[in-house]
């Protein structure tokens, strides 16, 4: 995971996208803590695939099915909607080909859900138009010579990807600053601007 | 001392000091080489004890060299259980949670049917004329085993090495008896290289001229320094070089100086003669034969039109694979390819990489996010089967 536990409310909105009973797999998934939340609370079938291997092993030290691969190479070896639900929480971002493991997404789950940081965020642009600085905010902690994330978007980057790769939005949140879901009635812009993080649900 | 040790193994292969099944003409085992092995008998142990659901059992499968002795003191060396570290009452294992299972391998040495066994034909032992046994072979006999205590399904089969290669066999064999799998240390196929050593090894023994074409104990003689040369050599392939420098260097054994003879002049020359000199009094030459034999036969995906995801399509069975950074015998790309295959055949499993240098050996060994992951994997997985703690 690339951003620490206390500002992970998108997994409260990931959760909710998710019904009870369901096959997940969880792309990237850290220490476990979105798995767990889901096997509490909507008693899902998980599995995860993360990285780095001290993640991995306290997973299973914690009893969750998760094994040590890279998303960016290790989603192939899935059956094709082996899943109900494929998540990519915070690490999009950090993929060396984000459009190729969107589309490995859509084919292993019937639906996907992918969270991110949006760098269309006004604290960004700010950053960048007033500071002349690459943006380190509390979301994004990096300085830019030592950040995981290598492929940073916005929000309307996403859509725009999302439409490249044939995939259908089915619903869409932005979370401010204080992580409130900003009212759906507000166009893209808006969403653009002020929404910190998006969080996805997508269908091919 | 060893020739009262070497004369007590010759006894354990017909006689096993632990409780032993024999299986009459009427349920001969079928091996893959075409014949049937009748009679023949399974030497085990168990610890623990069956709940009334027959809910609550785990099989350990041994490696190449182990035994049935998995939590007891060894009946030959007088050496604690080769898994005693995990196994028994309030360890990760709990004996008195779970009931405990370990065989002897068919082609064994310490009880079970072997070539060291006496061939009811000629009265004489095996040697050579028994059948190639092979990885499948041992699994079938297990379950001979686990339907003799009326236990339909296990609720774990573990075992690292040649054990892993069982506990992959099981889930293969009979994926429905098999709630979940815990491979460690091993691969779905033997590697050349690993086929390239066994050779060495049988070499060795077959070069002794007291193997006498394998019938040495009709003339009361062991192929001992043949069978200390391979151990020798495959004991190499159980460390690693990173552990072998940690431990020995280029220490010089008892001596200050280098003598300029053959004598075990550095310290791990002398580690290496010892582990063969022990190891003779304990096993059986031709079953060491035989078992490398089998180790070498198996390949999973062969036996399974090449797709190793078709070993195990549509299994319910939970698994969890380890591999060690250090083991070159049993690379973590070997478990990969195992985890690829379950996930292509969407199988529950995890698999975790222990970083160690204590190389293939490491399952043996107190390691302790070995434990932390069996304990995890277990631990779930008996909340799933509904086991009280």
Redesign the interface.
């Known amino acids: 995971m690339t951003v620490n536990r206390a500002q992970r409310v998108d997994l409260e909105v990931v959760t909710d996208l998710i019904p009870a009973n369901s096959r997940v797999l969880d792309v990237g998934s850290g220490d476990g803590l979105l798995l767990e939340l889901l096997q509490e609370t909507k008693q899902v079938?998980g599995?995860g695939l993360e990285l780095s291997?001290r993640g991995?092993?306290e997973?299973?030290?914690?009893?969750?099915?998760?094994?040590?691969?890279d998303a960016d190479t290790?989603l192939e070896?899935?059956?094709d909607k082996?899943f109900d639900f494929v998540v990519l929480s915070q690490t999009l971002q950090a993929t060396r080909n984000p459009k190729v493991v969107l589309d490995q997404l859509l084919r292993i789950g019937n639906r996907a859900i992918v969270s991110f940081p949006n760098f269309g965020h006004w604290r960004v642009r700010f950053s960048l138009l007033i500071k002349g600085r690459m943006p380190v905010t509390k979301d994004l902690p990096y300085s830019w010579y030592d950040t995981p994330n290598i492929h940073f978007c916005t929000i309307r980057d996403f859509v725009n990807l999302c439409e490249e790769l044939g995939a259908t939005v089915e619903k869409a949140t932005a979370l401010d600053a204080n992580g409130q879901k900003i009212g759906l009635s507000m166009p893209w812009w808006f969403w653009n601007f002020f929404g910190q993080q998006a969080v996805f649900l997508l269908k091919r | 001392m060893p020739a009262q040790r070497a004369a007590r193994t010759n006894d354990e292969a017909d006689h096993p000091s632990s409780p032993v099944l024999q299986f009459g003409s009427d349920k001969p085992l079928k091996l893959d080489a075409g014949s049937l092995l009748s009679p023949f008998q399974i030497a085990y142990q168990t610890y623990g004890t069956l709940n009334d659901a027959r809910s609550n059992a785990i099989l350990v499968c041994h490696a190449l060299t182990g035994d049935q002795h998995v939590a007891n003191t060894h009946p030959v060396t007088g050496k604690p259980g080769w898994w005693e570290v995990l196994i028994g009452p309030g360890k990760i294992i709990d004996t008195s949670r779970f009931f405990v299972i370990c065989s002897n391998v068919v082609g064994g040495c310490l009880g079970s049917t072997g070539p060291a066994s006496t061939n009811p034909a000629t009265g004489k032992p095996y040697g050579l004329d028994l059948p190639i046994i092979t990885i499948r072979d041992m699994v079938r006999a297990q379950a001979m085993l686990v339907d003799h205590f009326g236990i339909e399904k296990l609720f774990c089969v573990l075992g690292g090495s040649m054990g892993g290669m069982q506990v992959l066999e099981w889930a293969a064999s009979y994926p429905e008896r098999v709630f979940c799998a815990l491979p460690i240390a091993t691969g779905a196929r033997h590697s050349s290289q690993n086929i390239a050593f066994h050779e060495v090894g049988r070499q060795a023994v077959m070069a002794d001229p007291d193997w006498h074409g394998g019938k040495y104990l009709d003339f009361g003689k062991r192929p001992e320094k043949g069978l200390a040369v391979a151990r020798m050599a495959a004991h190499i392939t159980y460390l690693s070089e990173a552990a072998l420098h940690r431990k020995f260097g280029r220490n010089l054994q008892d001596r200050e100086a280098l003598t300029f003879g053959f004598d075990a002049d550095f310290q791990i020359e002398s580690y290496l003669r010892h582990q063969g000199i022990t190891f003779v009094d304990r096993f059986d030459a031709n079953s060491y034969l035989y078992l490398t034999r089998a180790m070498d036969y198996f390949d999973l995906a062969a036996d399974h039109g090449g797709r190793l995801a078709d070993a195990f399509a549509g299994t319910k069975t939970r698994f969890c694979l380890v591999s060690f950074t250090s083991d070159w015998l049993f690379p973590t790309e070997e478990s990969r390819s195992v985890v690829h295959a379950l996930n292509a055949a969407g199988a529950s499993v995890s698999f975790v990489e222990i970083e160690t240098d204590r190389g293939h050996d490491a399952f043996l060994l107190d390691e302790p996010e070995l434990f932390a992951a069996i304990n995890g994997f277990i631990g779930s997985a008996a909340r799933a089967r509904g086991l009280s703690a």
């Open positions: 079938d599995r291997q991995v092993n997973c299973v030290a914690r009893g969750l099915s998760v094994i040590q691969g290790d070896f899935y059956a082996g």
